[in-house]
Each structure stands twice: as C-alpha cells, then as structure tokens.
C-alpha cells in the first residue's frame, strides 16, 4: 500500500516542479501578496502605494498588504524584497531615494538596486516645486539667483536629510545656477514644516500635494517646477529648465520590483494588472489632481531608466559631497 501511494507522491512532486511558466503565472497569486514600502505610513510615498496596492488587490483577485518598513534610509525594507522568495509573493516599492541615490551615497548598501531585482514598471513620477518664504526677495529663479549671489551664504534650504533627493535636487541647482546657500537638515517633514511656515528657513524643493494649500494661502510663494515640462494643474508655474537652466529634471519616482529569480510569466502578469491600475478612473481621480503623472512602462524600459537614474545621481552626490546623517 505504502509503494502504491509512493509512486503517485513522488509524480505529482515532479509534475509540480515541471509545470510551465505560464500555468504557474495562471495559479497566481496562491496568497496575499506583500508590498514592502520603505517609509512609515502617512506620507505621499505611502499614499502612492497604498493606492496601487488597493486597485492591483481588485485586479489579482488577492489582498495586496502594505508592510512599511521605514529606516536606514529606506534600506531596510529594499533588503527585505531582495532577499523575499522570488515567487511574486513579496514585491518592493522602488523609488529615487533607494534605487538611485542610496547606491552613491551608502558605502555597504545591502542590496544591489540592478543585481538583486526584476523590474515590473516605473508606475509614477511627481515633480518638486522649488517654493520660497515669502520673507525672501524672489519672485523668480532669476531674482532667487541674484539675491543669492548678492547675500552669499545667508540664504538657507532645508531637506529631510543629507542625501535625500530634495537635498539633491537643489544641489544640482546650486551647481547649474552658480550660487551658495547652507543646507539645513531636518530629522522628518514635520519638524521642519513649522520653521518654513514661519521663515526661520527659507526655501525648498516639495512635492505639490505638500505645498499647494500653503501656495493658494499665500504661506509660500512658488519659482519653478523641476519637470521637463509645465504641470497640468499649475500651468502658470514656469519650469526651471525654461527659466535658464536647460535639461534640469527632478523629482521623485516610484516603481515595482520583484526579487531576481521570479518567474518572468509573472513578472509579465503583474505588470499587465500595474498597467490597468494606472488607467483606471479612479486611480487618475486620485493622482492627477495632485501632479501624480501615471507611466505605466514595460520591465525593460524600467530596468533601463534605473541605470539612467543611478549615474545621474552618483554624479550629483559626487559634485556635493554629500554624506550620509
């Protein structure tokens, strides 16, 4: 009796570990899957994924739970996603800070942002808006400039932290535009928020969503955008490429990863279900109106842009000399 079940046992082993891509890809997902975000709840990066995670739960017909993992800039939830059984099972929120910064500005990353992950797609892109104290003289990039380099040293900008890409964004400014102002960082937004409000620091690179009810009260006062071309929902802002610093683009993108290893036919699902999620209505009723722009791209278009993204970066974190808090 014992041999007779035996037999069947071990086929259906075999079977199981033969079955093609495609029918493993038509079984999943078998679970819930897990969304590693790399930041607490609460912030725009967690409204992102929180978003996608919601509508791809609808599409995959299984609960997409989110699993904030905030610390070592981002690090430790990235290295959790590597090292997930690359099942389609535990997917990483990839953005700017992890996948192309971190690698230029962390000398033991425990992670490679290229090695160790199957891109799915680059899902969104939010601009930064360089906003400005009311306190300061500048009603455009031109006036910030020549104010600037008037006052050499006196004029502050404030971050979430050395490395962080607004950090960056206006080092790369500094460096295009040729003036020079201290660099304060913050240990969060919320710490920082109230001394903007009141002056004691005086400029930025934000996010829209961040920024626009202190703009429409008159708290901030707007000088750019860093995209390559003007916003949908704030056409009267000029970029900064166009107001003499040609080719300047900044901002924050997030996208899908799966750990190195996972079936390309689910690689090849999840990014179909990505793809539908981004075109739904519902989502574009979220986004939108907060200058969420919704891409959508195939995996290799995606793995690509994070090469682009890693040397642009290294290139700034080199120039300034930034270091790790």
Known sequence: MIKAI??????????????????????????PVRLLIPYPPGGASDFVGRTIAAKLGEQLREQVVIDNRGGGGGSIAIEIAAKATPDGHTLG??????????????????????RDFAPISLMT?????????????????????AVAKAKPGELNHW??????????????????????????????????????????????????????????ANRLRPLGVSSP?????????PTIAEQGVPGYESGTWHGLVAPRGTPPAVVKRLHA???????????MEKFTPVAIEMIGSTPQVFGAYIGTEITKWAGVVKRSGAKID
């Open 125 to 145: 892109r939010s601009p930064y808006l360089l906003v400005v104290h009311p306190s300061v003289a500048a009603k455009s990039l031109a006036d910030l400039v």
């Open 6 to 31: 035996a037999r069947p046992l071990w086929m259906s082993c075999c079977a199981i570990a033969l079955l093609p891509q495609g029918g493993y890809a038509q079984t999943y997902p078998s679970k």
């Open 159 to 216: 971050s979430t932290g050395n490395g962080s890409a607004p950090h960056l964004s206006m080092e790369m400014l500094k460096t295009a535009t040729g003036v020079n102002m201290v660099h304060v960082p913050y240990k969060g937004a919320g710490l920082a928020w109230p001394d903007f409000l009141s002056g004691r620091v005086h400029m930025t690179f934000a996010t829209f969503s961040s920024t626009s009810p202190h703009i429409r």
């Open 273 to 283: 279900e990505v793809v539908k999620v981004l075109q739904s209505p519902d989502v």
């Open 93 to 114: 929120f990839a953005m700017t800070a992890q996948f192309a910064i971190n690698p230029a500005l962390y000398p033991k990353l425990p992670y490679d942002p290229v």
């Open 229 to 237: 071309s003007r916003m949908k929902v704030f056409p009267e802002l």
